[in-house]
C-alpha cells in the first residue's frame, strides 16, 4: 500500500485511469499508458485501491491486465 497516496478527487492522473478502468473491460498496461498518458501504472492501482477502488490484476505471459470488480 503506498504510503501517501493521491486522493481520487484531486488527482487528474489517478482520475484518467479510474475513469478508463470504468468501462468495464480489462486493460493492459501499455494501454493504460497510452489512453490515459501515465506512467507506473502499477503505482498508480496501489493508490487508487488506496482510494477504495477495487481493481484486480491478471497476468497472461509477461503482459498484465487491470479491470475494476466494483462496477
Known amino acids: 500500500m503506498s504510503q501517501h497516496p493521491a486522493n481520487l478527487e484531486t488527482s487528474d492522473r489517478l482520475k484518467r485511469v479510474y475513469d478508463l478502468?470504468?468501462?468495464g473491460r480489462e486493460h493492459s498496461t501499455m494501454a493504460i499508458i497510452q489512453e490515459a498518458q501515465v506512467c507506473a501504472v502499477n503505482s498508480i492501482i496501489d493508490e487508487l485501491r488506496n482510494n477504495g477502488v477495487d481493481?484486480?490484476?491478471r497476468k497472461e505471459?509477461?503482459?498484465f491486465f487491470y479491470k475494476r470488480?466494483?462496477?
Do not use: I
Request: hydrophobic share 40%.
Open 21 to 23: 478502468l470504468s468501462g
Open 55 to 57: 481493481v484486480r490484476c
Open 61 to 63: 505471459g509477461r503482459l
Open 69 to 71: 470488480w466494483d462496477l
